[in-house]
Every structure is written in structure tokens, then in C-alpha cells.
């Protein structure tokens, strides 16, 4: 079991900055590979960011790559998601997740269905 709390998310005006968290807690974070996602009233959950277990390589959406990073510490088990140039398009409950899988990530982190455990989301408003 992994139990995840999101955290950081507000109200920004579109040009500012936000830095989302997420802690874990339940297993070894540093053996799990973690993702960010997003959903905004009437649309499907969409893929933000993810990364690998050991940070050692990272992924991100073309809407939101040169914008957004993703970041993790191991020892403190958080995940980050620095956002950066927000628009109001980025408006929606953000979620982490994490996936116990290591073999296959590279191929599927883009897939909510992978994933096997989520938070509770943070919400994002971005003003115009």
C-alpha cells in the first residue's frame, strides 16, 4: 500500500508560478516511479509529467514541457511538480500517482490505467 498526499495547489494568475508537492508515505519511495496528472471539469484525466524511480530520467506532455518540472526527493518521499508560465488551459485538479511497475514505465507512463495508486488531488486555478 502507498498512500499519497498532494499539496500546494491555488488560485494564480496566468504568467505565475506553482509548486505542487506530493508525499508518500506506506513503501520504499525510492523504489517507485511516480507520475503527475490532471483533469479539468467535463475532460478525461490527462497525462502532466512522470518520472523513474531513481529521477534518473523524466517525462512530460507537450503542452507543458519548457513549463513545468518534475523533481522527486528520495529521502524526504516527495514527489514536486514546479509549474511555471501558467495559462488559464492549465486550470484543473492535479493528481500524483504511483506506479509499482519497474520494467515496462519507459512505455506506459503516460497511462492512468498503469498506475496503481492515487491522491486526492490538489486543485489549480489559473486566472486570465
Known amino acids: 500500500q502507498v498512500q499519497l498526499v498532494e499539496s500546494g495547489g491555488g488560485l494564480v494568475q496566468a504568467g505565475g508560478s506553482l509548486r505542487l508537492s506530493c508525499a508518500a508515505a506506506g513503501r520504499t519511495f525510492s523504489s517507485i516511479s511516480m507520475g503527475w496528472f490532471r483533469q479539468a471539469p467535463g475532460k478525461e484525466r490527462e497525462f502532466v509529467a512522470a518520472i523513474t524511480w531513481s529521477g534518473g530520467a523524466t517525462y512530460y506532455a507537450a503542452s507543458v514541457k519548457g513549463r513545468f518540472s518534475i523533481s522527486r526527493d528520495n529521502a524526504k518521499n516527495t514527489l514536486y511538480l514546479q509549474m511555471n508560465s501558467l495559462k488559464p488551459e492549465d486550470t484543473a485538479v492535479y493528481y500524483c500517482?504511483?506506479?509499482?511497475?519497474?520494467?515496462?514505465?519507459?512505455?506506459?507512463?503516460?497511462?492512468?490505467?498503469?498506475?496503481?495508486?492515487w491522491g486526492q488531488g490538489t486543485q489549480v486555478t489559473v486566472s486570465s
Open positions: 500517482a504511483a506506479d509499482m511497475d519497474l520494467l515496462y514505465f519507459s512505455a506506459t507512463y503516460a497511462q492512468p490505467n498503469v498506475y496503481d495508486y
